[in-house]
């Protein structure tokens, strides 16, 4: 069965990539998700605010023990870019670092090291909470650009861009964006949310694993856009089965991102997806799986209002109470 796909102008040998995960700080889960079947891998993202603190660290002193595994946590931007080298040369597979930031500033500059280092493409996850009630929505998405175009002017390897659903116009940013020359969208990100513990009256963290269900926003406006861009189209959040991912192809994606699927079944699970997935297509007689890729994006299917508004009264209207 031939999968194979693009993303951010590689050619790989499948759609199915590993997100940005705990599971790439460690070389042994990173082999394993190769061999597993991974098309490419998305390196655990390096924050803007870890860059910015500009520790000081002696290379000499940074042990692959250090590094893979061990003992402290990767926080600064040498740490990060040693992982990222010997990630690549231990792996067989395109290796995608991911900066993870919500302005501008000479944080961005951590770009060019990166590409200096061997990365064939960039994730740019712009994770920005507006939580300020006097910021317009059009300077939100401002914001968005500015720090794409900030790292942009800095490499020359394509840069995918890790959105949030929660803009006034997906699809217009998408385009701005692609007008900028972002060589893709992964859609969508998902925020986490503090929690409230009602014993101590105190705010907590609470990192709560996708569901198959938080898939299905990302499908609509991958179905959406199919057609209507030529950037790279990354389904990401709530793909947890094949089913999963092969409905995100149908609707156009080019690549599906894997991320709480793995941390919960541990990295054999792509290799499961993979087999389910060839295993469906050659069931209903497809040889490449381009040939379903779109096959029901809005402008293919026979009922586009499907993915607007049109099914809305009627699922209310049908609801049947228990």
Not at 81 to 94: V, Y
Not at 129 to 158: G, K
Not at 185 to 198: E, G, M, T
Request: proline share 4%; with cysteine.
């Amino acid at each position: 069965m031939d999968l194979r796909s693009k993303y951010l102008g590689l050619e790989l040998e499948n759609p199915f990539v590993p997100s940005s995960t705990p599971l790439s700080k460690s070389l042994a889960s990173a082999r394993q998700l190769e061999d597993a079947g991974a098309g490419a891998l998305v390196m655990h993202s390096l924050f803007q605010e870890e860059i910015e603190a500009n520790r000081a660290v002696d290379r000499s002193n940074i042990g692959a023990g250090d590094i893979f595994g061990g003992t402290r946590a990767l926080a600064t931007r040498e740490e990060y870019l040693e992982q990222f080298k010997q990630l690549r040369a231990a792996l067989g597979i395109p290796v995608i670092p991911s900066l993870n930031g919500s302005s501008r500033g000479d944080w961005v500059a951590f770009a060019a090291e990166l590409e200096a280092a061997g990365a064939p493409a960039l994730e740019l996850n712009v994770y920005y909470v507006a939580a300020d009630i006097t910021e317009p929505a059009d300077a939100v998405e401002q914001r968005v650009l500015d720090i794409f175009r900030a790292v942009a002017e800095r490499v020359s390897v394509p840069i995918g861009v890790k959105l949030s659903p929660y803009f006034s116009s997906v699809g217009k940013l998408v385009t701005t964006l692609e007008a900028s020359g972002a060589a893709g969208v992964s859609l969508f990100n998902r925020f986490y949310q503090p929690n409230i513990d009602l014993e101590t009256l105190s705010i907590t963290d609470s990192l709560e694993l996708s569901s198959p269900a938080d898939a299905l926003l990302a499908m609509r406006w991958i179905a959406i856009l199919h057609g209507r861009v030529a950037l790279t189209l990354a389904a990401t959040g709530g793909i947890h089965f094949a089913e999963d991912a092969l409905k995100m192809l149908v609707c156009g994606a080019d690549v599906t991102h894997l991320g709480s699927t793995l941390l919960a079944n541990g990295p054999n699970q792509l290799s499961r997806i993979r087999n389910s997935t060839v295993k469906w297509l050659a069931g209903k007689g497809y040889e490449s799986i381009s040939q379903i890729r779109g096959s029901l994006s809005q402008i293919n299917c026979a009922d586009p209002g499907a993915f607007a508004r049109g099914h809305y009264l009627r699922m209310l209207s049908d609801y049947k109470v228990r």
